[in-house]
C-alpha cells in the first residue's frame, strides 16, 4: 500500500480540525460521527472494523486507532487482520506467547491517499448531515416568527441572507416588498413563512408579503396585543402598497383601534416604514356580516347593502360620489375588503326615484346594441339603462364578459340617450 504524502497528512488534520470547529454539533455526537467514519474507512480497508479501538480526541482535534490481533504459530495465520505470527508479534514485544492479544497502534497516514480522500469525503459528508440536521431542528418550530437576518447575496429570483450562526435562509421574490432595496451586509425582518425538508436538504424560506409578517409587527408594537386584552381578527394585504386589519377588544374600556394606531399615529408609524409606507387602516371586528362589510369599505360610506351569505357576495349601494372612495385607486380599497370580509362585494350607484322613472329598458336599445350584449348584460342582473349606468366599468367587463371597447360602446349610447 503506497505511502501518504506528506501534504495528505496535513489535508486530512485538515478536515479533522474543520469537523472540530463545526456550528451546532455537540460533543457526543462529534465523537461518535468521527469515530463511525473512520471505522467505516478501517472497514473497506481491512473487511471488518470489530477488531479497532478508535479514541477520538475533538478537543485536541487529534485521534488514535488501535489495531487488536490474537498471536497464532508461524505459518498458521488464516486472518491478516484479526491474526499475527508468533516471529511478526515478538518484533513488537519480544516476550508475546501464542494466544495472546497483541494492541498495535495504527498510523492512519500510512494507509494512503485513496484511504484519507475517503475519510475526507465519508466526515464531509457526515458534517452536512449534521450540520441540515442542525438548520432544520433549529428552525421546524419557528414558523411564524420574526426573524432579523444579513443580506448576503442579492439575485434575480432570491434574496440569500444569513443568520447570526452563519445559517443560509431565502427570501424568494415573490415573498419581497416590490418596493424593498437590498444591500449586502444591510440586516432585514421577514417571518419565517415554512421549512422545507426535501431528500434532507433543508430550506428555509423567509416572507415580507405574509400578513403574518404584519400580524407579529403589530404583537411586538402593541402591548395589549401580546397580554392579549386585543385579537386580531382579519389581516388583508397588498403588500407596499395598502392593508386593512380587523381587530377586537376584549375589555370595553379598551378601544382596539386607537391602540393598534397609537398616538397621532406612533403604533404603526414604524410598521409602515418597514413595510415601504404601506398604508395600513385598523377597524372595528364584528360578527354582524353587514356592519363588518361597511367598516371594510372605509372611507366609503355605505348606504345599504344586500347579502347573499350561501354564495358570500355583497350587493353594496352608496351615494354617486361614494362609489369612487369604495372602490379605490386601482380598485385596492374594494379588493382588500374583499380580502378582510371573504365575501365578493360589488358597487352601485345608489338611484333616486325621480331617476328611475326616466329609466329605459335594455331591450329598448336593440337598433344600436347587439342583443347578444344586451343579454350579456341583463345575465349579470342589470337590465335598465341606469342600472348599467351605475355600475363600476370594471364590474360589467368582468362579470358580463364583455371586451372593455364594447363595454365603452354601450356606455356612450346608454350616456347618449339621458343627454338628449
Not at 451546532?24 to 470489530?50: C, Q
Not at 426573524?147 to 447570526?164: F, G, N
Not at 427570501?171 to 425582518?189: C, M, S, V
Not at 425538508?197 to 396585543?225: C, D, G, M, Y
Request: hydrophobic share 40%; with cysteine.
Amino acid at each position: 500500500m503506497a505511502a501518504a504524502k506528506k501534504d495528505d497528512v496535513v489535508s486530512m488534520f485538515d478536515s479533522f480540525k474543520e469537523f472540530k470547529e463545526t456550528k451546532n454539533i455537540d460533543r457526543t455526537t462529534l465523537v461518535s460521527v468521527l469515530e463511525e467514519s473512520f471505522r467505516n474507512v478501517l472497514a473497506k480497508i481491512f473487511g471488518s472494523d470489530e477488531n479497532f479501538d478508535v479514541i477520538v480526541n475533538p478537543d485536541k482535534g487529534d485521534f488514535e486507532i488501535y489495531r487488536n490481533r490474537v498471536v497464532v504459530a508461524d505459518g498458521e495465520v488464516e486472518d491478516e487482520n484479526k491474526q499475527i505470527a508468533l516471529k511478526e508479534a515478538r518484533k513488537i514485544e519480544p516476550d508475546y506467547e501464542v494466544g495472546e492479544d497483541v494492541s498495535e497502534r495504527v498510523e492512519f497516514a500510512k494507509f494512503g491517499r485513496r484511504a484519507i480522500l475517503n475519510l475526507r469525503q465519508t466526515l464531509a459528508s457526515k458534517i452536512l448531515e449534521l450540520e441540515h440536521d442542525s438548520l432544520y431542528n433549529k428552525y421546524k418550530d419557528r414558523e411564524g416568527q420574526i426573524i432579523a437576518a444579513e443580506v448576503y447575496q442579492v439575485w434575480k429570483r432570491e434574496v440569500l441572507v444569513v443568520d447570526d450562526e452563519n445559517n443560509e435562509l431565502i427570501l424568494p421574490k415573490a415573498e419581497q416588498i416590490p418596493a424593498d432595496q437590498y444591500r449586502k451586509g444591510e440586516t432585514i425582518r421577514a417571518v419565517i413563512e415554512r421549512v422545507d425538508n426535501e431528500n434532507n436538504n433543508p430550506k428555509i424560506i423567509l416572507s415580507r408579503t405574509s400578513p403574518t409578517f404584519l400580524q407579529r409587527l403589530l404583537e411586538a408594537e402593541v402591548p395589549e396585543i401580546a397580554e392579549g386584552v386585543i385579537a386580531i381578527r382579519r389581516i388583508a394585504r397588498m403588500p407596499g402598497e395598502r392593508a386593512k386589519i380587523a381587530v377586537e377588544s376584549f375589555d370595553d374600556r379598551i378601544d382596539p383601534v386607537g391602540a393598534c394606531v397609537g398616538v397621532k399615529g406612533s403604533r404603526v408609524h414604524g410598521i409602515v416604514h418597514e413595510l415601504c409606507n404601506e398604508n395600513i387602516d385598523v377597524i372595528n371586528y364584528t360578527a354582524n356580516t353587514k356592519l363588518f362589510i361597511q367598516r371594510a369599505l372605509s372611507p366609503a360610506k355605505v348606504s345599504s347593502i344586500n347579502i347573499d351569505e350561501e354564495n358570500k357576495k355583497a350587493e353594496v349601494y352608496l351615494k354617486p360620489e361614494e362609489v369612487s372612495l369604495a372602490i379605490g385607486r386601482g380598485g385596492l380599497n374594494i379588493k382588500l375588503a374583499s380580502m378582510l370580509t371573504e365575501y365578493t362585494i360589488d358597487v352601485f350607484r345608489e338611484v333616486s326615484e325621480g331617476d328611475a322613472d326616466e329609466d329605459i329598458y335594455l331591450d329598448e336599445f336593440s337598433d344600436e346594441i347587439d342583443q347578444w350584449v344586451i343579454d350579456a348584460i341583463k345575465g349579470i342582473g342589470l337590465d335598465t339603462a341606469k342600472a348599467v349606468l351605475n355600475a363600476p366599468r370594471d364590474m360589467l367587463v368582468e362579470k358580463a364578459d364583455l371586451e372593455e371597447e364594447t363595454v365603452d360602446n354601450v356606455l356612450k349610447v346608454l350616456r347618449a340617450e339621458f343627454e338628449n
